[in-house]
């Protein structure tokens, strides 16, 4: 397996492993009368966590498709 599919795998079953946890906390709580604030702490955290692994997967994207990330802003909206 290559790295940039190890990388993608691993992101994968990060995004699912915060998605759960997420979701257990918001189940936990109620929809939101509930939450202690290191629940509340705990949720900020992995919706930073989230951002980074779609951040990650942005640019593992834009690496496959330089053209296209390259030529996006020319002038005319046309791609390479």
Request: aromatic letters at 4%.
């Amino acid at each position: 397996m290559s790295e940039r599919s190890d990388d993608k795998a691993n992101n994968a079953r990060k995004v699912e492993k915060l998605a759960s946890e997420r979701m257990a906390l918001f189940g936990a709580a109620g929809a939101n009368a509930g939450r202690t604030a290191a629940v509340q702490a705990r949720l900020t955290a992995i919706e930073h966590e989230l951002d980074e692994c779609f951040h990650a997967v942005r640019e593992q994207r834009a690496s496959l498709f330089p053209a296209i990330t390259r030529n996006r802003n020319c002038p005319g909206g046309r791609f390479a």
